[in-house]
């Protein structure tokens, strides 16, 4: 293991569901946090709160990832008042569904916009935070299981998401000799807002198209988060964990539409 030892992470969209989990993990990890959000202040200052249980600095600012003139220079102003980045992730995003040939340009673009190109800005931004530091870090991107398999009805957000997954790949490659490690993680369907079950407990949740039966929760995908920013995944890069319950498994239709378990029985 390397003797990276992360003080300072910035974590995009964490005023609620896998951001605000992914902000919790890492405080409770040692890091002080830099905490955006889009329009839910409250959100975002009752994750700072939480944030500040485990004995972390949280500082919260305003970000709206389609301004790609202004999003980098968010980031840059959390860093330079956390006094650096170690650790960025970036959470940030949005879908707009609709079938391919209805979906308008608009909707392709806030999409792609939100989830590929404000996502490319604020990783280079926080990236070049790190090569000027010189003591590697960690860049972990949440994508999807739609990073993998499409879905129907989701021809933009699908897009993006196998968009961001090469992205973090090439990433990968190119910031591999400065120590810093880029990964994906992948969610499933998670009781989140995105999802309508925010504050909600998944584990009543009939889901029989996916293997563990249930969606998942937040605090899941941030444990794995929580791994990949850690010294022990000092060797993982370039890779993408599904955390999905075994959707993939089923294939994406399957996994979130199957309505019975008959698929179970040889």
């Not at 905490?35 to 839910?40: A, S």
Request: proline share 4%; aromatic share 4%.
């Amino acid at each position: 293991m390397s003797d990276f030892q992360p003080t300072t992470a910035i974590v995009t969209g964490a005023e609620s569901g896998i951001g605000r989990a992914t902000a919790v993990a890492l405080a409770e990890a040692g890091m002080d946090v830099g905490i955006t959000y889009l329009e839910d202040i409250r959100g975002a200052e009752d994750t700072a709160a939480e944030v500040r249980t485990h004995g972390r600095r949280a500082v919260v600012m305003q970000i709206d990832v389609t301004d790609l003139q202004r999003c980098g220079q968010v980031i840059d102003r959390l860093a330079e008042e956390l006094g650096g980045v170690d650790v960025f992730v970036n959470d940030a995003g949005t879908g707009d569904n609709a079938p391919f040939l209805e979906m308008t340009l608009d909707q392709w673009r806030h999409t792609v916009a939100t989830d590929l190109d404000g996502a490319f800005v604020c990783i280079q931004h926080a990236a070049r935070r790190m090569v000027e530091a010189g003591r590697g870090g960690r860049i972990i991107g949440i994508t999807s299981v739609h990073e993998h398999q499409p879905r129907v009805g989701s021809a933009a957000y699908d897009a993006a998401k196998h968009g961001l997954g090469g992205l973090l790949k090439t990433v990968a490659l190119e910031l591999g000799r400065h120590g810093i490690t880029v990964n994906a993680v992948a969610p499933g369907e998670i009781a989140t807002q995105m999802t309508g079950n925010e504050d909600t407990d998944p584990h009543p949740i009939d889901r029989p198209g996916v293997p563990l039966g249930r969606p998942g929760d937040a605090r899941e995908i941030a444990a794995v988060v929580a791994f990949l920013a850690s010294p022990l995944a000092s060797y993982v890069t370039g890779a993408s964990y599904a955390v999905d319950g075994g959707m993939l498994q089923m294939g994406p239709q399957a996994g979130s539409h199957l309505q019975s378990d008959d698929w179970r029985q040889a």
